[in-house]
Nanobody
Framework: QVQLVESGGGLVQAGGSLRLSCAAS????????MGWFRQAPGKEREFVAA????????YYADSVKGRFTISRDSAKNTVYLQMNSLKPEDTAVYYC????????????????????WGQGTQVTVSS
């Protein structure tokens, strides 16, 4: 089993920044594409960003494009989500996820394609 642990969430004012981290267990980190999803109370879990196994390709939801940046550090077995220009509508629990099945770009956007999930970290953006 791959274990994922998110950190870096918190309370921030609109326009501020946060960097989320997701630490993965084991030596197989490079075998997995990684994604970030978020879920607000009463809302469906939605795609935020994803990164390929090599880190060479990234994918973003339209709502965060230009504001968020996903990256990964293979030496640290960690994926990051740098969030800038935060808005109140970004408030949600953010989840890190991993998948070994990415046969096309469309797979990155779909929660059902991910095999492993972290516990989530709360991000609250105040107005």
């Amino acid at each position: 089993q791959v274990q994922l642990v998110e950190s870096g969430g918190g309370l921030v004012q609109a326009g501020g920044s946060l960097r989320l981290s997701c630490a993965a267990s084991g030596r197989t980190f490079s075998r997995y594409a990684m994604g970030w999803f978020r879920q607000a109370p009463g809302k469906e879990r939605e795609f935020v960003a994803a990164i390929s196994r090599s880190g060479g390709s990234t994918y973003y939801a339209d709502s965060v494009k230009g504001r968020f940046t996903i990256s990964r550090d293979s030496a640290k077995n960690t994926v990051y989500l740098q969030m800038n220009s935060l808005k109140p509508e970004d408030t949600a629990v953010y989840y890190c996820a991993a998948t070994s099945t990415t046969y096309s770009a469309n797979y990155y956007y779909t929660a059902a394609q991910y095999d492993y999930w972290g516990q989530g970290t709360q991000v609250t953006v105040s107005s």
